[in-house]
């Protein structure tokens, strides 16, 4: 094991309810061509090599994702796979993995379950980039779309009736960002400690720890994403998810 990896902890949220899935089950429990959206997380993780422990946070009184996580562990003994109940919230969930990484990561890396077929050299160029002195790392990927600020409908009828454009967007600055994001073990802790004093309302605003960085003044910087790391969220994209997994497979046909 190399002091990079040693130095290097990571994340993985899987603590998500998955209702817009429609399967009735925790999202990273929802089967991918045979196996759970949370092995195939691991799996990216793993094969990155970019660190030495990795804390999941599932659901509590989640036993099936446990077991998913304990199969990894005796497969892999080189890397430390550990499991904690995740919160009712995002950040909840995060901050307790972060207690579950234990002492000894100087970098984190926070990564979505659903994102579950991140390519492992997604995960290498954010350990870089923090290796290289970045306190705050997150992979993009540029915006193809025409983006439009809209004014929203009011009244009784405002869920089917026309919006009004406002505004468009010059997309050629704004970029999609991804997991796994990449930080400074220290200020990221800093940073969960802070949401102890928002309101409620602005805590549910707080949707990555990128965004809790840029309000505590650190730097966050861009690398490279991948469009293979799409967010498993609905159906349509769990099918996108079976064909990008179908066209990793090598060609077996004879000619």
């Known amino acids: 094991?190399?002091?990079a990896q040693a130095s290097v902890g990571v994340i993985v949220v899987a603590a998500g309810s998955g209702t817009r899935l429609g399967y009735g089950l925790p999202k990273a429990q929802v089967p991918l061509a045979g196996e759970t959206i949370l092995a195939h997380?691991?799996?990216?993780?793993?094969?990155s090599g970019v660190a030495a422990r990795i804390c999941v946070a599932v659901p509590a009184g989640d036993t099936a994702l446990r077991q998913v996580c304990?199969?990894?562990?005796?497969?892999?003994?080189?890397?430390?796979?550990?499991?904690?109940d995740g919160g009712a919230s995002r950040a909840a969930s995060v901050a307790a993995a972060l207690r579950g990484?234990?002492?000894?990561?100087?970098?984190?890396?926070?990564?979505d379950a659903a994102r579950a077929l991140t390519p492992p050299e997604v995960f290498q160029r954010v350990a870089d980039a923090l290796a290289a002195g970045a306190r705050a790392v997150v992979p993009a990927v540029a915006v193809v779309d025409t983006i439009k600020t809209?004014?929203?409908?009011t009244g009784a009828e405002a869920d089917i009736a026309?919006?009004?454009v406002a505004a468009t967007v010059d997309r050629v600055q704004l970029r999609a960002v991804q997991t796994p994001q990449g930080f400074d073990a220290a200020a990221l802790a800093q940073?969960?400690?802070?949401?102890?004093?928002?309101?409620?309302?602005?805590?549910d605003g707080i949707t990555d720890e990128a965004l809790l960085m840029e309000r505590?003044?650190?730097?966050?910087?861009?690398?490279?994403?991948?469009?293979?790391?799409l967010k498993i969220t609905t159906q349509l994209d769990l099918a996108v998810a079976e064909a990008l997994l179908a066209a990793r497979q090598p060609n077996t046909m004879e000619g």
């Open 101 to 111: 990484l234990g002492e000894g990561a100087t970098r984190v890396l926070v990564h």
């Open 41 to 47: 997380a691991l799996r990216g993780v793993v094969e």
């Open 162 to 164: 026309p919006e009004k």
């Open 191 to 203: 940073a969960h400690q802070s949401l102890a004093g928002l309101a409620p309302a602005e805590a």
């Open 150 to 153: 809209a004014t929203p409908s």
């Open 1 to 3: 094991m190399s002091t």
């Open 216 to 229: 505590s003044g650190i730097d966050v910087m861009l690398v490279p994403g991948s469009a293979q790391a």
């Open 70 to 84: 304990a199969g990894f562990a005796a497969q892999h003994p080189e890397v430390d796979i550990s499991t904690v």
